[in-house]
């Protein structure tokens, strides 16, 4: 009862997931993300298994189309899983199992990947991906959250979502953004709330380590309050000297 899409930045050489369902939890085992290498949403049931296979395989260059008919080569029940991914060329692949209660389906595009199961209908797919290929001049983890957007404007799930996720790698070997919305009644209008407020903060933690490394290292609401105009910190207790 899952829709996400995953997807590379060509500018950027991000990789990222956006992923939103009717369980909660979903930001821990959906999205697989390797540093400059790929990513991929392991959907519908869920096999942790398959998530480390494909993350180690993503890690060795192997192409998306390869990887995931080795993943299904070796489940025991391949026709339940949905799997989107996108590999270390920029190419993109896809599988919905017969046995995915309907609509399930998925669109493959030009570096992306999108789609879903116990879905509204087809339109649910198509929205993620026209919003996905009408704002190619915006960041990536941007753009995954619109799509999520339109999935759910197109008419989601019918039972409605629970939890969502974003979870967006650029150069470095941890991620750049990991946000998550474990259990609401509204996740993807709350991970929209959660992203707008962490998006200006996206210098800070990029150079924190590099930052605390040098003992240059500010408060975030100290930095925040100089970065983000109109932005003042409310409510903040002083912190003890050495805390964070």
């Not at 990887?67 to 692949?93: N, T």
């Not at 040098?214 to 100089?226: A, C, D, M, S, V």
């Amino acid at each position: 009862m899952t829709f996400s899409i995953v997807a590379r930045c060509p500018r950027t050489g991000q990789y990222g997931v956006g992923v939103a369902t009717y369980s909660p939890n979903v930001g821990r085992s959906c999205p697989v993300v390797v540093a400059n290498r790929g990513a991929a949403s392991m959907q519908a049931v869920v096999n942790p298994a398959l998530n480390a296979m494909a993350a180690e395989m993503m890690g060795k260059g192997i192409s998306a189309k390869k990887i995931i008919a080795e993943l299904l080569e070796c489940d025991p029940r391949p026709d339940s899983r949905q799997i989107l991914m996108v590999d270390v060329y920029g190419q993109a692949h896809a599988v919905t199992g017969s046995f995915n209660p309907t609509y399930a389906g998925h669109h493959v595009g030009a570096g992306y990947a999108c789609g879903g199961n116990v879905l509204a209908s087809e339109a649910v797919v198509a929205a993620m991906a026209a919003s996905y290929e009408a704002t190619a001049d915006l960041a990536l983890s941007e753009r995954l959250v619109r799509s999520l957007e339109a999935a759910r404007d197109a008419g989601g799930q019918p039972e409605g979502q629970t939890s969502a996720a974003l979870l967006v790698y650029g150069q470095r070997p941890f991620s750049l953004v990991d946000l998550r919305v474990e259990l609401d009644d509204e996740p993807i209008g709350e991970l929209r709330r959660i992203w707008d407020w962490y998006q200006p903060m996206l210098p800070y933690f990029d150079t924190y380590l590099e930052n605390s490394l040098r003992g240059t290292l500010k408060r975030w609401w100290e930095w925040r309050q100089e970065h983000v105009p109109g932005w003042v910190a409310k409510h903040l207790r002083s912190p003890a000297k050495g805390s964070s």
